[in-house]
Every structure is written in C-alpha cells, then in structure tokens.
C-alpha cells in the first residue's frame, strides 16, 4: 500500500503535492518524495512533515508525489524515480506491483538494461524507453498494455501528466479540475480536502491513461479492457472513512459490515469497544442494529509514531499505544470490534490488557471475513504461512488470542454487503483465494 | 499547560522518562527538555520524538523530564533549568505559574541576583540558593513556602529527587514505586502506560516536598496547609481520558458532564457528531441518557501536526486537519459536542464545514460553561478581551458561530457534578471569576 | 579533477577509504561518495570530513570512494554510480571524461537504455552491461576497449575490484599491496599516507585493467596500446608536492620549472612571494638558482573554505584568504610566483592588495607556460573564451594583471624540463594545442 | 587562548562579526558563538563555517562573537553568555582566565548567586550584577577594577558595546572605526581583514574600558594603572603572521628569534625544514643569517580537521596531516624549526618520519626557549607535569624526540630580541616562572 498524488497546472505545486501527501499520509509512513518541474526532487524517509520541508521549490506548476508503506529500501529506492530516456526526461511514482516483475527485469537487462534500483517502477520507465515509438505517449500507453500488473501511477514527463491504472483497477486513483489544472490522488478524499469539489472528482478508469498536457483537457486513451476487480481492502481498512468508491463511502460500507456482522453472529455484551480508529464506524453499524451501546474503552495515544528509542518488543509498543480504561470496563462484558484480522498478535496483546483493566467476558468481532491469502498485489499481508487463519479455524484463532469468543463475517456475507451497494466485481482473493491475475 | 517527570534509582533513566513524556505529549507539543545523572541534558525543539534521540546517556539511574505548550521563547528557555549553587547543583522542571514572578524577579535582581532566561522555574533555584539554609533539603522546603504559586514540579539535585505541589494543587502530580525505585509524573496514566500498578500510584499531596533520596524511602514534607483548588479544566480538558484525579476518572466526568448537558438542555437531533477526540466522551453521556445515537461525521487527520509549510490560514489548517462525512451529515439536524469553548473561531469554521457537506441543522453543545475569565495559573486561556463569552451571551455566541441552537452547561449544574463525584474545592475561576489567590 | 580510491581485502575498508579520500581531498572538495561490501553507500556535498561521518559501515573489507571538484549536480550525481545489471551488481567512480560522452550516451538511449544521472560514469557501467559476453571481466575489458576517453577508474562488482587507465594515462591511478589486500588511489601519496611501502606502489598502466579477486592476486589485462600522453597540468598544479609520477616528483618538477624560469627571464628583485602554497616549489627553484631570497609576503587564511554566508564578490573572498604583510613588502621590489594562470583575475587582486601593502615595484612569475586551449579531458580550465592568455600576448596580460612585469615560461623551456627528468610524451595540449585525440 | 570580537552600528553586524571570526579562527576551532541585536544568539561546537550558517539575523547592527580553544563544556558553556540583570541585559565574550575564579565563584554562590556554566565569564557578569551602583558602565567599571585576572573581553549591553583589558594587557585586543561606526578584535589583522585602515587601528590599552555607545564617540575609561605584561607566546606562536603588536609585526619578530637561534647555535646543515606552519618565519630568519637554504621538506594536509573517525593515535594523526618529502631529504642533513616546544610528542613523530624518508642527521632548532612552566592566563600550556623541559635537560629532551641535535633560544636571548624591537614588559612566564600576579 502507498500513496500517490499528481499536479498539473497549478500555482505553488510543491503545497498542493504536499498537503496531498499529508492527506493521504495514512497509505505509508516510511518514506516521502515529491518530484516539481526541472524534475527537480525531494525524497526522505520519514512523515511527510518531516521529509518535505525544504521551501525551495516553491514556484513550480507541476509534479508528482509518493507516500511508502514498506520499510525496506535506501533513499535511492524513494519514489518517483526519474530517468532521462531518448523521449524526454520522466518520473514516475507507483501504488501495487507487477506481477511477473522478476521476469520483466530479467528480459530488460537481458537486453543490456540497467537499474538504479530494485524498484518495480523502474520497468515501468525500462517500457515507456524500448517501447517501438517515438513519442512519448504513445511509449506510455504501449509500456501499459505489456505490463500486467496491480497498480495505479502517476508520470511526470516533460510534456505531459500521466495517471493511469491497470485493467482491473485494483488500487484507486481518482482526478479533477482545480483552479486553472488538474489534481490527482489516491484517494477522492484528498482531492476534497484541498478544496476539490465533489461533483468534478472522477476515476480515472481501470485500463486507462489520462494526459494532462498544455491543451488542459485531459486526454483519456483506453489500454486495456476493463475488468473491475478493486480490492475490498480498501473499502475495508485502507482508505480513509471519508473516501468513496464506487460512488459508496467507506464509512457506510463499514457500518453495513457491522450490521451484517451482527447479523450473523447477534453476541450480546454490555458494551461494544472499538478498536481505536479502524474499528469505530464498523462498531456503530453493530451497535445500531443490536442496540449495545458503545464505549470508549480504549484510548489511543497518538503521539506515538517512530520514536528512536522505543522499545522493540511488540507488546511494550502496543501498550504505550492503547491504554484500557478500568472505570468503563471493570467487571463487564465486552465486544472488542477491529475491521480485519491478519496475524493476530495485535489483537491478543489488546484481549490481555482489557482483562487485566476488569472486563469479566471479552469477545472479538470482526467485520470481514478471515485472511487465508497473501495479496501479490500491493497489500502486505505477508505469506501466508504468517496468516494466523490459513492455520487455525475460528475455534484456535480464539483460543490464541485469548478471547471468550471470536467470530467474524463469512465470505458469503461479505460479498452481500458490497453487492447491496451495488459495487461489483470486487476482489476478495485475500479472503478467498480468487485472484484476478 | 505542560507536563512533567522525574525518575529516581530506575535503570535505564533516560528511556523512562523518554516513554513518560510520550504519554505526556498532549499536555505539550512545544518543546522537550530531559536531564540525567551528572546534569547532562538533551532539549530541543518539537515532538518527545524527534527531540530525545539521542543515546548517549543511556545508563543513567535518575532524571527528569518537561513537555512544553507554549511556543515563545528560545533554545535556552527549554526546560528543566539547571544551576549550580554552593548547595550543589540542581536542575527543575516545572508546571505552572508564580503568580508575583515579576515582583520575585525583580527582589532577585535588586539583591545582585542575575537571570539566564525568562522561565519562573529559574525563580525557584534563586530562592533555593538564597534559602538561609545550608542543607538543601531545608533550603528546597523554605523556597516553596515562600513561593505562592500555583505549579507542580520535578527538581533533581546530587543528592536526590523532589516532587512537589503547592498548597492549592492546581497542578496534578503522581508518584509510584517502579521496579526498585519511583517514578513521577504529571498524571496517573502515564505512570501505569510503563507499567506502573494503580495499587502502588499516590498522588503529591498539596502542600508539600517528597523527597526520594539514597535511603529509597520517599520522605514527605509538608510546606503549606492544603487548601484544595484543583484545576476543573484539567477534569474537561487538559487530562487524559484515561488519567483520574481524586480517585475519579476524567472519561467518566465528561460522560457526567454530556449527561448533565442534556438534563440542562434536551436538545433533539438525528445524531451526536462528536468535535474528536475532545468531545467523544460527553458525547457518550448526552447519548446515553437523550437515546440520540452518535454517528462519525467528522473524520480527524492524524498527521497534520506542525508541518513548516502549512497554511497559516486558521481556516485552512481546520479543513485540513477535520473532513465532514456528507454520506453521514447530508440532510441531517445534527449536535456537535465539545468540551469547552473558548474563542469560538474553530467552531465557527466547524460549524459552516458540516452545513457545506449538507446538514440541515446544527447544533452547538458544550458540556462545560462559557469561559469568562482568563487564569493566571498556568493555562493559557488568554487575556480576557479574546474570549468570545466575556463579549456575548449565548445568543451571539450562537449567531458567532453560525449554529442553529448554542447551549451549554450552567456554572451550577457543572459544580454539581463534580460534587456527585465527590471530588470538592474544584476550581473554577475562568467559569466564574472565583481564583484560590 | 577528481580523485578515486578503491580497497580490496582489507579490514575497515570504509575508514580506509576515508583516509585515502582525504589525502586526496585537495583533487576535489564539492562532494564525496563511497561504497563498501554489499554496496551500502554514504554520499553527500562538502568535504570528506563533513560527508563520511557514518560509522555504521565500518564492518568492510572492499570498496572504492570518489571526491569531486566539479559544482553542478545534486546529490544523486555525487559518484559512485551503482546499477544491478545481469552480471551483477557494480559501481564506478571515475576521474576524467568520455570524450565522445553525448553520442555514446545517444546510442545507449537509442537502443532503449535508460540513465539515471548525467554522469560519464554511468555511460561506462551501460557499456559493461551490453557487452557481448556473459562474463563480467570480459564485458569490463570490451567496454574499455569501446571508449576512447581520458579516465582513470574504480569499478567494484560483486567479484572483483577494478582498477583501470586509458591508453593515453592521462589522469594518474596507482596501487598497492596492504596488509592482506590490496589499495588503489589517484596519486601515490595518498597510498604512503595510509603507510603504503613506496617500493611496493605501482602505476596502473596506460591501456591495463587490474583485477583484484579473491585469488588476492592481481591480474593485469591490456585492453589497448599504452600511448603516454600524461597531463602535465598534474605535475604543475594539480597533484600534491610528495606525489610522483613517472619516478619524478611533483615538487622537484615545481624546482626545475622554477629554475628554468629563471633561466628565460632572469628578472632581478629584493624578494621572492611565494603565492602560497602553489607557488611555493617553484619559487624555491627560481631562488636557488637567482640568489634572491624568498619573504612570506603573503599570509593564508587555511579556515576560509565554503562559508555559507562569504561574500559572493571575488575580490572579498581573496581578501579575506590571502593577506598582504606590509612589513614585509613596504618600499620592496618583489617577484610573485606561481604555478600558473588561467584567467588571471586571481592574480590581479593579488597585485593590487601587494601594491597597497607598500610593494614599490610588483613582478608576476608564471612556472608554465600561457593557456591557450582548454581541455576536454577532466580539467576545468574552461572555454577558450575565459582563458586570457588566449585573448591576450604577455604584454596585455601585464596590463591586465596589473603588475609592472609578467613573465611566464616558453613551452620549449617547459618541454625541456620534462625531457630532462626523462617523462615523455606528456601531454601540454592546454599549452601547445596538440591535444591526444 | 580564544578569539573575540565586537562590532557597534555597522550594517550586517551579523556578516562582519561571521568574518572576524573566520579571521580569529587561528585562536580557537573548538566552538563558536554570535550575539546581535535583541540578544539574538547562534552557538555551536565546531568551526565558524559550520556553526554560523543561519541567516535569520542579518538585519541587525551591533553585536559580539567569540571562538573557543578548549574542548571540554556543553552547548550552554560557549561563549558569549547572556543574562538578565537590574541593569539591562548583558551580554559577554571572554579571552583569558581570572585567576581567583574558584574563590569569586565561592564568594558571588555564598551571597546566593547562582551559576548556569563553570565559564570565568558568568564571573564577571555577576560582578556587573552586584556593583554598587545603578548605573550599568560604572558597575561594569566597578567589576573590571575588582576582577585581578588575565583577560580581554567584549561587552554587549541594552546600551554600549564594551571592549576591555585587564591592567597588565596579558590578551591583546584592539578596536578601529569601521563605516559609521566601530569593530573589535583580538588581533588587528582580523581589523585589516574586513577593510579597516591600518591608521585608525588602536589599541585597547591595558587597564581600560571603551565603552561605544549612542554618541557614537569612543569613551575610554581607565580602571586600572597600567602594567604590561603582554604574553610573549602571542609573538611566538598563537597570532597570525600579520598580526602587530607595540607596532611590532609578528612575522618579523619570528625571524629575529630565527636569527638569534642562530647566533646563539650556529648548527649547520644541508636544509632548514621548516615545520609548517608556524616555523616557517623563524626558519627564514635562521636560513639568512646562516646562508643555509630552506626545503619543502614537510608537506602539510590542510583537509585534516576534525574528522569523526580519524585513528585517535597521535602518531597516525601527524602521520596524515604532514607528509615527509623523501626527494628531499634522502641523505641530507636537515635543521627542523619549529617555534615552540611543549610537550615534545608531535616533533618526537616528526623526526621519526623525516629518518624514515631518509635523512641522515636531524637536527632540531625551537626558537624559543624551553618552557617550564605552566600559565595560569588563559593558554593551555598544561600541567607543569606534562611539560617535558621541565623533567628533562637539553640533552634529555634530545634523546626523547630522537634528534642528533636539539637547540633552544635561551632566555636572554629571547629577552633580548624583544627589547631589540622596543617591546618591554613582556610576559616570559612560562619560560622563567616570572608570572605577573
């Protein structure tokens, strides 16, 4: 997971990218880089606030941005990367993967090719240079159509802004008009939070790229067939609950997998606990429909981000992060609900701290249904000999964390909800093994 | 506003105290200061995190530790403060203010006294070293009594550690056995976020020094006749939910407080939109006794902290910083509930945020009363003049802000509250000009 | 002008290194950059000592560094250059320039390749990677063999250390057995700094590459004629006084100059000023064989370097390096001697601050002969345009220096020299226009 | 030894204070500190160039600054030192020592004063502090006249510039018009760096105070009577070349002492090698008495500062910074001149390296003589302990550093050259034990 943020034609670019990336802060903590006009770049690991503090570019009128996730890598593995290639000058900044990287990389220096980096986006610049063409576009959408992949982009070239997305679209990217150029980001809600309005807000079409060069109208050229196959995760945990997809906001899909969670399990307890922040809206559609009310039994210290020296040790970090409150919790019987369960270790050390704070029954929900897959397409849910349900059913998932009882949603239930809201065609391989490639 | 620490006969000194001000970092964001064994010193600037990285002082037993509000003053002006006297050295941390600071400068100087800073905490070495006492304990304890102010504080000296409280305790201050030593800190919470146990955390009381020395017995030394004056802010605001004070926890006095709003006003809505994360609790009183269920209609950025090149546009950094949810809000009578209102400018900008994403009603509910007067005691609630209550009654507040109702809780119904708790001699002043000097 | 180093098999590679960086400092002080084991790189602007302050490396056995003279470029220019490519990872740091650079780097691009950098560096790492072989010696040798270029180079690749020099030798590379392994730098020197044996350094020679593999034997393979055009500008000017070349060190060479410049021109005066410390050697000679007496006329400021806040203006920062003394230079005739002159608006401040001190009488002695051409491989003498000799005869050089006489060396006499010292074939293009290629 | 400065209504007193300093450098690379106008303060360990690169203060006009030699002491304890008094804020910068500090600091903390550094400078300020008087110059007169120490300060005040000497003017210190208005400086050469007039450079007079005030004429105070005792070490060995004082040009007196070496020793040789670069004046001196030539025998390493991870061996430090020229010395013999004598270790490593680059005989020649006594005026000459000429005769000293010959100037003679030049009242403590106080 990571963000990506693209500027086209505005006043003070290096801001806008800027207060993008702070909005979409949340898809990747480790590292940040914002290339401007003159491809003139700055790259860091770290928060957004941290890395982007150099006010030298401030009078640039275009450029891309990059939020990462992963935390592996040197600073020469912070994107955009940027290469001079016999087309111009580009630069390019990348969510998800490709699938067959190892083999694209292997017939690109099998060719003579070299790379800077280990980074799939550099065989995106590779495409864009051997592809049969002159012209830059026509290399852009050439280099699409051969690469196979899970991943939304954005191309800063010296003529043009590029957004694009792979067939089945399964990270997000959106656009609109602002002021006199055009804004894109991976989520609408960034686009909103600098003062985007929502009715000129699109996708940007699985199997598409837009241009956005000097005629100012976005040029919209199809690559690929569209095979929607977004993924669920988004909806579920990623984005932020005032993003949309599909046109459905990923609060009220969250308040419908609560609802359907009670639903199929109807647990009764004294309160609902939400594990802070991902867990709220999916507690509120559990609480609407079952009437437990909630309870803010854990508090949540945000001033704990990366500090140097804290302690390694899981259950020590997570301690200082979430603290129960005893008044509410002292001798009562409690839902805990999270959005999603991957290894479990998180959830154990919070069903331990509840206990010893009081609470008499503890009781996991979770809204989605159990992770037995690894996502090859830009999630880092891990292999999945470290997802903790592809070894335990329900029962031993319970018993591990420690709770009295542990119940989630079925992956037909699942599926129900994103059908009643009309999104189709998502994927859920991560859940059951259905993968779009 | 600010936080404090202190750490004595503990291993590892330095991280203890790293990981107390992390807990502590909401009662300042300013600046960061720690001192360890033989005095040597790590301040700075920003965030526990970005301040305390350095390891070099790791095998260090004892220190304390500031977390700083305000925002004037320089690298110098970070505290704990140290100084050398012919008593030994000593260094102090401090939360507070000395309410005749000016005259007690001035006596300083006009005895040939000279100044390194601006800070009152320098006014208590002053009257440590000028203290007609040769034993450092006595001359501490002749300082206090002839200081009337209202601060907690942390002083480290060769030969111990102090914790002390003026007579009024309008400052909060916890101390507890930790491992083979003690820990103090500003409130309880941050205590046991290390691990301390409830059983074990004493509060200091009012009026006087404890003393931990070699003996490892903490020694307690009344200076003053306890006359309770506790900050009623701290209760609503400046606390922790999970921090408690006379045995009380803050949550559920705001819980108390959202209720008694209710029974005071009865104000209907289709939802309760709490202002996050201050108001979430008196949210939950005013829904648990109206039956009006909250909903999430204004998503927080975590992230958007004290970046260099935000806009300094107040307006801006609110909307960057709180997204309404239109899927939520749109066509709604919603009650937006904050704990205390004090100049009206962000819920003004609040207000006309959730009318643009399509609530038809708006609702203003604070759970404490209006602020009329400024505190001299430590909070920066500011001159007089700024505060909007001192100018208007509800009714232009109201029409201030944009809300279609304002209301808030009387002066009798909030002391009420506190009163059923038990918890007594509260003050008050900026509710209703009543100060303990 | 820049100056490479490399280290095979030896412990503490990356102090090693910084060692060698820093005798080869005065070769370049804009930045700095090495790679060790498992190509972990340190890289920045400034001089080594501000750059190379990264100890987590230190754990090494092999790697090679560069410093820069140069001042365009940002940080992702500072060389070592790295790339993976199919056989194998390598990194070159390189002094020197491809002469035909823009159309081999046109032909990479054309054939689809991709740079990250500007850099020459990265034109020859291109070459290794499309070399008909699959072994990477092999590749190493044919992409020597394809580019005619004026080089010294360190390459370093997952099985071997590389030292190479074209076939004319124009800029310096040498070598040494260490400890168990072995050391390569720009100047011998450098190697004798870190307690090389001087019988155990070896020039690398024109045309070679040198292996250095884990059989800890070097290998030497010739990729083309040894045809010496050896720059003659790193005798006079560039290399330091206790680095030798051809057997004939650099300082000795500065004497005779000296000497022989005395010989042509035989200018009488009460001192020799030394224009410190170029000047220096070739003051000595030309004293020793004059008789007149060499004075310290002029003082230099060591601590004057990059200052962020200097005066932009030429003329304040010579003043604020080199200062007159008066005492010295009240009512005398002298004769100010330096190494050579390229634009001469040096030594016009020079003249004018001498004069003011009190010199009755101010003559300019030059140990080179006039520039005329400027050089394409590596010197930054600049475009013919800046040179002033090439605009100007000796008289109005005189005239523009402002001195009462200025005298340089013929370029038979300073042909002579060389031949006397028996170093052929050096290279004077920058003097006589006859340039290798 | 330290270096100060001051500068009063001239523009851009930031930039001028930044370039004094550059030039005082010499005196102290340890730390460096500004304060300007509003007692803005930047201060940093370190060389001017890394410590003084914020331009925020640019706009002010008056101001002092101040370079440390020594290395011990925290970012508070660098100069100057600021403090808030009855009188006006006080700002003051130090060179020297005060010779009863321990017992001042007792007498100032037993009055309950108390100390934020151990620096003699906080000494003074609370004597400022504590003066009978309201007025701020005659209490700053007051303090200077009860301070009997070894010292040159700059004094920045609400209302004054100060610049004063204490009675027996042990550190120089001299001031000039400069624009409209006035600069301070240890040494006169920092004076004639930035451009003033070597006519209206003056001393500061030992026993006064010149106060630079609004009427923007000098006021010069007397304190004290006169005494001089100017250290003799400034001549030999810590100012710059083209320093003066009594009128008397260092360089020059460096020569004479060269000279009197000679005729005290008449030790011929094949070469003088001067030891660089503070032996280079004397050794002219000795090379035209005796005829005998001076060599490049020694190359210096200018780039070798302050390195993190240089080897902490002294002998691997010397090793780096100066390179033998075995060219050179190979078989000859060779007189190394240095200008001091202290502890012997570094000339011990030096006559090691010239024998190993092939000198036959090494003969040393210190013209000054041996000194044997510590100094208690602000240079650290070390403990009388560590001294070797005080454990160690002539011959012994010898043997230690492994010369064929060892020579010093004897007292006398040292007498004699500068009462050749007019100068008396020299300060020779540390060669006779004759102190001052």
Chains 1, 2, 3, 4 share one sequence.
């Not at 963000?3 to 940040?32: E, P, T």
């Not at 609902?272 to 509120?284: A, K, Q, R, T």
Request: glycine share 8%; proline share 3%.
């Amino acid at each position: 997971m990571c963000g990506i943020a693209g500027v086209w034609n505005v006043d003070n670019a290096y801001n806008v990218i800027h207060d993008l990336l702070l909005s979409l802060q949340h898809r990747g903590q480790q590292a940040a880089g914002v290339v401007v006009n003159g491809f003139k770049t700055v790259k860091g690991e770290g928060l957004v606030e941290s890395v982007l503090t150099d006010e030298r570019f401030l009078e640039g009128n275009r450029g891309i941005g990059h939020v990462r996730y992963s935390t592996y890598g040197s600073l020469d593995e912070i994107q955009p990367i940027t290469a001079y290639t016999l087309k111009g000058r580009i630069s390019v900044a990348h969510n998800g993967n490709i699938v067959d990287a190892n083999e694209k990389r292997k017939f690109i220096m099998e060719s003579g090719g070299i790379f800077s980096t280990t980074l799939d986006t550099e065989i995106i610049i590779h495409y864009f240079s051997i592809a049969p063409y002159t012209n830059p576009r026509e290399s852009l959408q050439w280099a699409m159509s051969r690469i196979k992949a899970a991943y939304s982009l954005v191309i800063l070239h010296d003529s043009f802004l590029a957004a694009a997305r792979d067939q089945f679209g399964i990270r997000p990217l959106f656009y609109s008009k602002y002021e006199n150029g055009y804004i894109v980001a991976s989520e609408d809600s960034a686009l909103r939070s600098i003062g985007c309005k929502c009715e000129e807000i699109q996708e940007v079409e699985p199997g598409t790229i837009i241009f956005f060069t000097d005629s100012n109208k976005p040029e919209i050229v199809k690559f690929s067939r569209r095979q929607d196959r977004f993924c669920s995760f988004e909806f579920v945990y990623f984005a932020r609950p005032d993003s949309n997809f599909y046109g459905v906001n990923t609060h009220e899909v969250r308040k419908m997998l609560g609802r359907k969670l009670y639903e199929e399990n109807r647990v009764q307890a004294d309160f609902i606990v939400p594990v802070l922040d991902s867990g709220f809206s999916g507690s509120l559609g559990y609480s609407q429909v079952s009437g437990i009310p909630i309870e803010y039994g854990l508090i949540r210290n945000h001033y704990i981000g990366r500090s140097f020296i804290m302690p390694k040790n899981r259950q020590e970090i997570v301690r200082r992060k979430l603290s129960p409150l005893p008044s509410v919790l002292e001798g009562k019987e409690i839902i805990l609900i999270d959005d999603s369960i991957v290894r479990g270790t998180t959830m154990k050390i919070i069903v331990d701290m509840v206990r010893e704070a009081g609470a008499k029954k503890v009781y996991v929900g979770i809204h989605s249904p159990a992770v037995i897959g690894s996502c090859n397409y830009g999630i880092d849910t891990s292999r999945r000999s470290e997802l903790i349900a592809t070894r335990n059913d329900a029962e031993k998932l319970r018993e591990y964390v420690g709770a009295d009882k542990l119940f989630y949603l079925s992956v037909d239930g699942y599926k129900e909800v994103f059908e009643g809201c009309g999104v189709n065609g998502i994927c859920m391989g991560c859940f059951n093994l259905d993968y779009p490639v």
